[in-house]
């Protein structure tokens, strides 16, 4: 009984089967998709749609959205029927009292029939059955109420015959309905595999990124070992250098205590004694009787206390320019300006140290941020070919035929668009075929033509040069000044780095482990641009992070 109750309640009350495709309306009954669609075609020309079940009115014609959870819950209640390969949940038309779930439809009659009604139904061939379905109106032509048994190509529609005879399709290209449809399966066969082949194809990409991610988590652990590993390290140094330091400059406070005590000590004695004379004397001034003040011996005691003083080691230089008073502090590491000479130094050392540590952990794990650098066209000289992405410049034997500005230089060498006015930045270049070149940077008021354009040449540009100047040689130059490197560059990638507020422009070799090839130090006084300069060759802009190029 509770399965006859069920069943009432998943009926659609426009058929009186069991729900196909289930919609829900606004007012929340449930009909066949078919059904509330038919029922509202029939109200198109009022203009007024309305619930079948409630009655309610709806200003537009209602979205038709299937029930998920209704179409479920059909499917359920129909699953453990033992024939439920067969029921599609449409009943028998014949079948009234106890209905049976029908099997087959038939066109001709528009009715769905059981096993028991198709044994007895019509063989004659107009009677054509199908499989179940409540909509079988739809399988007929809405004109000739004939069956639509073929297919118009020319119009996309399925006709009957009549519609093909006397109709509007009559002279147009036909195909039976089930030929069609065999061809439209084997297009969407085709669809199917090729469809099948994008997601093997899409499949095979998520894994593959899937896998670079994987190995870039893997990169980016290790590195982060590295980092931890490497700061660790730097923290142990230059805590034991702390120590160091801090013991050192205790040993020299003892040695200065011990020092200026010793002296102290010397002068208080020297004091005393400087008072008792002064004593001795006064009463000497003060005596009445002469012949008593002659008589007194002139013993030495009674000396020049600056003759005195210049004769005492202790003496002399006291109040002086020398901390330990005399020559005893200026040979002693504790006194004079020697050991404070040695701790100024020392800390200059230490502050250099730190600070070329840091210098090259931001170049070798990239701290700063790689600058977006475009060549400028309108300052490339017209033996130079700049790329359509303007990161690369090619010296070339043609002409380019440019116009001649300010801005342009007479030869060989272009600027980047971007200048740099403060902050961290780096960006890479790769050298390929160059008999010599330069990279740098400039100022942009450098010369644009004339004996000094070419940077290195000048006070207003900074740069690492190969072979113009010094017989294929490795060197940097500002100003004019040549400092030849000490060894050879055998990657063809380098690295400029700069600090705009440090004042720092250095210069790395990419290679493995990355190596520092020189750094320039001033203060700079004008925004600075990027310059390449190249002959026989070409210079690019790289953007591939060093570890690429390692073994």
């Given at each position: ?226 980092v931890t590993a490497l700061f660790i390290d730097i923290r142990r140094r230059v805590d034991d ?311």
């Amino acid at each position: 009984m509770a399965s006859a109750g069920l069943r009432n309640d998943l009926e659609c009350s426009i058929c009186l089967s069991l729900y196909t495709d289930p919609i829900t309306l606004r007012c929340g009954h449930n009909f066949c998709l078919d059904c509330i669609g038919q029922f509202l075609n029939t109200q198109e020309e009022s203009g007024v749609y309305s619930c079948p079940e409630c009655r309610e009115e709806f200003l537009d014609r209602p979205a038709l959205k299937r029930n998920i959870t209704l179409c479920k819950v059909v499917e359920n209640f129909l699953s453990p029927l033992p024939s439920q390969k067969k029921i599609t949940g449409i009943c028998c038309t014949y079948c009234i009292h106890s209905p049976a779930p029908a099997v087959k439809s038939c066109l001709n009659c528009e009715a769905s029939l059981c096993d028991q009604h198709l044994r007895v139904h019509s063989k004659e061939a107009e009677h054509v059955l199908t499989d179940p379905s409540t909509s079988l109106g739809n399988k007929k032509c809405s004109v000739h109420k004939k069956i639509l048994e073929y297919y118009c190509i020319e119009d996309d529609a399925c006709i009957c015959v009549s519609c093909s005879l006397f109709g509007e399709h009559r002279g147009h290209k036909l195909h039976p309905v089930y030929k069609a449809s065999e061809k439209k399966k084997e297009k969407l066969r085709n669809v199917l595999q090729y469809l099948i082949t994008k997601r093997e194809e899409t499949e095979e990409k998520v894994q593959n990124l899937e896998e670079h991610w994987r190995k870039a988590e893997e990169k980016a652990s290790g590195e982060a070992e590295r980092v931890t590993a490497l700061f660790i390290d730097i923290r142990r140094r230059v805590d034991d250098l702390e120590k160091k330091v801090l013991s050192e400059i205790s040993r020299r406070e003892e040695q200065v205590s011990l020092s200026f005590s010793d002296l102290i000590q010397k002068l208080e004695i020297k004091k005393d004694e400087l008072s008792r004379k002064m004593r001795y004397i006064e009463e000497l001034c003060n005596m009445t009787d002469p012949l008593t003040v002659l008589r007194e011996p002139d013993k030495g005691d009674f000396c020049d206390p600056e003759e005195e003083g210049g004769d005492e080691d202790t003496g002399g230089h006291d109040g002086g320019d020398e901390d330990t008073g005399g020559h005893d502090g200026g040979d002693e590491d504790t006194g004079g300006h020697d050991g404070g000479d040695r701790g100024a130094e020392l800390i200059s050392h230490i502050s250099h140290t730190l600070s070329d540590m840091i210098r090259d952990i931001n170049v070798i794990f990239h701290v700063e941020d790689p600058a977006d650098i475009l060549l400028d066209v309108n300052t490339a000289a017209n033996n130079l070919l700049i790329s359509d992405d303007l990161k690369t410049a090619t010296w070339t034997r043609i002409t380019q035929n440019r116009p001649e500005t300010a801005e342009r230089f007479q030869g060989y060498q272009v600027m980047s668009g971007r200048r740099f006015t403060s902050g961290r930045h780096y960006w890479d270049v790769e050298i390929s075929r160059s008999e010599w070149w330069s990279v740098g940077m400039c100022y942009p008021s450098i010369d644009r033509r004339g004996q000094k354009l070419y940077i290195g040449d000048n006070n207003k540009s900074w740069c690492l040069h190969k072979g113009r100047v010094n017989n294929n040689q490795y060197s940097v130059m500002h100003g004019s000044k040549v400092i030849p490197l000490p060894h050879q560059i055998s990657s063809d990638r380098v690295r400029i780095c700069l600090d705009y507020e440090a004042g720092q422009l250095s210069f790395y070799e990419l290679c493995d482990p990355i190596r520092h090839l020189h750094t320039f130090t001033a203060t700079f006084s004008e925004p600075l641009h990027a310059v390449l300069c190249v002959s026989n060759g070409s210079i690019k802009i790289s953007w591939r992070s060093c570890e690429e190029t390692l073994p």
